[in-house]
């Protein structure tokens, strides 16, 4: 894998060791908006010990959970250096991807452990529960306590040295080493023009990723990746420590060694019926961006007052009734604004 010399200087995440991190540890970092480790608080899970041991411990332990259900397994060569990206025209992605049961996967990676250079292979956002049901009874959080009721995504990463080019989720994340070192170069929403987003669609994993490899990064080509260097945070990952960071931070995460393993946790502190800020982005650029710039500048000031801005303020001066979609959202309110919303596209 390539040298990350370019990281040397950034700053590091700030570590928190001696203790687990708590419901209002977790509420800090999301409202401080930044991201925080908690060193070695998952370092009495099976799995990781499991892993201190040996690497074949490790894929033992966790062939013990395996189910009946084939994982998808993305493979690249050699050449792409770990780094599941486009080929080099964008015209279509740099490795493959295929089912195979778990224990070949762990073959695979068994054989070619100790090869110089080996392709790349990884299973990539797995469903615990589906696909290693029982694993999170001797591997797991309080969720209940640590996201405040929310019911969490939790998904297991394995895999040789790869690499995921730096992208956003719409959720934030608690991310647990298991197995492995693991490397995540971390950016604040605000740095995205710094960042130069790809093609929306198709992309390697299902969100826009960086066009940088923040590893070596082409500074003449990308020139503003210096200012998103500036602004980055870098965590260095031992097995049994957290990362927890805000949804829509951009992270660029490397898996560091032969064999790596993560679990991570996904959770919005919002009701269900609460959909996607992503359909509100596809739908303002089929609607806003083609506009001249006065008339986008005048919606700017709508949308603050009607989105961003205090959501009290524009229903306290109307009476109950006559509220409408003014009214606190609940599902039967955002039920009928999907289906007037789906009428009027497909006017």
């Avoid at 201190?52 to 250096?81: C, H, N, Q």
């Avoid at 486009?86 to 070619?112: E, I, K, Q, W």
């Avoid at 005048?298 to 007052?305: E, V």
Wanted: proline share 6%; net charge negative.
């Amino acid at each position: 894998m390539a040298s990350s010399a370019a990281l040397a200087a950034v700053r590091r995440v700030r570590e928190i060791a001696g203790r687990k991190a708590t419901a209002d540890d977790v509420d800090a970092c999301l409202s401080d908006g930044e991201p925080v480790i908690f060193k070695g608080m998952v370092a009495d899970w099976p799995a990781v010990a499991e892993g201190r041991e040996s690497v074949g411990r490790a894929m033992a332990y966790l062939l013990g959970f395996a189910g009946t259900r084939d994982v998808v397994v993305y493979r690249g060569e050699a050449g792409i250096d770990g780094r599941f990206f486009y080929n080099d025209t964008l015209t279509a992605m740099n490795f493959s991807a295929s089912r195979a049961p778990l224990a070949s996967v762990f073959d695979t990676l068994g054989r070619s452990a100790d090869a110089a250079t080996t392709d790349a292979v990884y299973v990539g956002s797995t469903d615990v529960d589906a696909y290693l049901p029982g694993l999170r009874a001797e591997n797991d959080l309080d969720t209940a306590a640590l996201f405040a009721g929310a019911r969490p995504i939790v998904s297991l990463w394995m895999g040789n040295q790869t690499m995921a080019a730096a992208h956003f989720d719409i959720s934030n994340n608690l991310a647990c080493c298991l197995v492995g070192r693991r490397r995540f170069t971390l950016f604040p929403p605000d740095q995205v023009a710094n960042l130069y987003p790809g093609p929306l669609e198709p992309t390697p994993g299902g969100q826009v990723v960086s066009m940088v490899d923040f590893r070596t990064p082409d500074f003449v080509r990308y020139p503003a990746a210096r200012q998103a260097l500036d602004a980055a945070r870098v965590a260095e990952l031992d097995p049994g420590d957290v990362l927890i960071y805000p949804a829509l931070w951009w992270h660029q995460v490397e898996a560091l060694d032969s064999f790596n393993v993560m679990m991570n946790y996904w959770w919005n502190p919002v009701p269900d019926f609460i959909d996607t800020p992503m359909h509100a982005l596809q739908l303002a650029m089929m609607s806003l961006r083609d506009r001249p710039r006065a008339e986008k500048d005048a919606w700017r000031s709508l949308f603050d007052y009607y989105i961003f801005g205090d959501a009290e303020a524009p229903a306290a001066h109307l009476p109950a009734h006559a509220r409408g979609a003014l009214a606190p959202m609940d599902d039967r309110l955002a039920r009928r604004l999907r289906a007037q919303l789906l009428q009027r596209l497909n006017r």
